[in-house]
């Protein structure tokens, strides 16, 4: 299958939108922007064109995927019961990068295949424009994962994903360069507080303006045992990881960060190995490797560039990739929190 393909970039092509629509009603996938990243997109009512997404992706059965929205009462034939933090959420972050994990009806309209049989459902209102007139003009919730093969970096701008989707998808709508780069916030919340099962654009400090208490799960940075029970299935997941051994490293303390990147880099040229580098702009200079690569200079920056970066770093042919961390603060603790799977759990914190 030839995937049909819009050029359309940031501009609204009703008429191309109109066409995906067109697709998404009669069963078939598509591939399109939001805000974080890209996304496959099928008809979330219709099992068989939700299993193809699974098929397209390589992606395990018990990984549930994010049901997406563009107005309430859509949200409405699947959820009974909105908790009025859940309400607070929605009035104030949506449309936007967040998914809240709501509890079923008892007899909703998403098949279980979307769901991967769990009596909870992801929800989110997408804000970019192409997305959310997607949505609307097909009159039906997509589901949707992040477009890439599973285990790969999500895809931010179509030439990063063209070759690994085309042809697993009817049509293609190219928005250009997604604005944050990371997947959306993922939140569950449990009686009065709120849980963050994947960090992102929307921070703890920004949940904490609406219940007292956000708790971070510690899968978000820290190891999935085996056998280990989740409070998110995608949590178990390789994710992100190139081929190349990757390693973070980070200190609150800028010189002893540098310094204990150029020991590494040091370390690893005396037995004549090779090293990638990324960082930040502002630390780069004060870095003895060669081969290095900018980041970006604020948060924002780096986190919309991380996964093209790390979709390149392959292609470098060396031993080590050494990344910069950022910290846990703010949109920082997402960052990490994909980094640190990047690199395997490789990461070394300095006090
Ligand atoms: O920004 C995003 O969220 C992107 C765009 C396309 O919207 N989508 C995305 O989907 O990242 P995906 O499938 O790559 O990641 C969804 C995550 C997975 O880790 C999955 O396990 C979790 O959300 N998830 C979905 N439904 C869930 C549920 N009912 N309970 C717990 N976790 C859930
Ligand atoms: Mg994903």
Not at 323 to 345: D, M, P, Q
Request: a neutral charge; aromatic letters at 4%.
């Amino acid at each position: 299958m030839i995937s049909k393909y819009s050029n359309q970039k940031e501009k609204l092509n009703i008429e191309e939108i109109n066409q995906a629509a067109e697709e998404i009603k009669k069963g078939n996938l598509v591939l399109f922007p939001t805000e974080t990243v890209y996304g496959i997109g099928a008809n979330a009512l219709d099992e068989k064109a939700v299993k193809n997404i699974f098929v397209a992706k390589g992606r395990a059965q018990d990984n549930p995927l994010i049901v997406h929205v563009s107005n309430l009462e859509m949200v409405n034939k699947i959820v009974d019961n909105i908790s009025p933090i859940e309400k607070r959420l929605i009035e104030k972050f949506w449309p936007g990068p967040l998914t809240i994990i709501f509890i079923r009806k008892s007899k909703d309209i998403i098949p279980d295949v979307v769901t991967a049989n769990l009596d909870t459902v992801g929800i989110r209102m997408p804000s970019n424009e192409i997305a959310k007139q997607l949505i609307e003009r097909s009159g039906l919730p997509i589901a949707a994962p992040s477009a890439n093969v599973s285990g790969r970096p999500s895809g931010t701008k179509v030439e990063d994903i063209i070759s690994e989707l085309d042809g697993k998808v009817s049509y293609i709508l190219d928005g250009g360069s997604t604005d944050i780069g990371l997947e959306s916030t993922v939140i569950k919340v449990n009686e009065n507080k709120i849980d963050i099962l994947r960090p992102g654009k929307i921070t703890k400090e920004q949940l904490e303006q609406v219940a007292k208490e956000v708790d971070v799960d510690k899968h978000v940075l820290g190891q999935v045992e085996k056998n280990e029970i989740v409070a998110s299935p995608g949590m178990k997941y390789r994710h992100y990881a190139p081929n190349t051994k990757c390693m973070m490293i980070y200190s609150e303390n800028k010189s002893k960060l540098i310094s204990e990147i150029n020991n590494v880099t040091k370390e690893l040229q005396e037995e004549n190995k090779k090293v990638l580098v990324l960082g930040s702009k502002n630390n780069l200079d004060k870095y003895i490797s060669k081969n290095k690569w900018n980041m970006g200079e604020t948060l924002d920056e780096i986190a919309k560039n991380i996964f093209t970066l790390l979709r390149k770093v392959d292609k470098e042919n060396v031993d080590l990739v050494v990344i910069e961390g950022v910290g846990e603060k703010g949109l920082g603790l997402a960052i990490t929190n994909r980094l640190i799977r990047a690199c395997a759990y490789n990461y070394k914190k300095i006090e």
